[in-house]
């Protein structure tokens, strides 16, 4: 089976967040592809910049690690 695979699952990643472990299961072990918008993908850099700007760890890199993934 295909997904599509929401914003909220790899922000949930990204800024290791409560839900982290599951949806890191998700994305590992679920079989078929997994897709993501231009949209995701955008919002997700948008959301990285936003916290980068109020202070927290550089996520630049996570920006740039996550495009490469």
Not at 14 to 35: M, S, V
Request: hydrophobic share 40%.
């Amino acid at each position: 089976m295909n997904y599509l695979v929401d914003t909220n699952i790899f922000l949930e990643i990204l800024l290791n967040q409560n839900g982290r472990k599951k949806c890191e299961t998700f994305l590992q072990d679920e079989p078929g592809a997994a897709w993501i918008s231009d949209f995701t993908l955008h919002s997700i850099g948008v959301i990285l910049r936003a916290v980068h700007r109020v202070g927290a760890e550089p996520k630049h890199r996570l920006l740039a690690g996550f495009g490469k993934d």
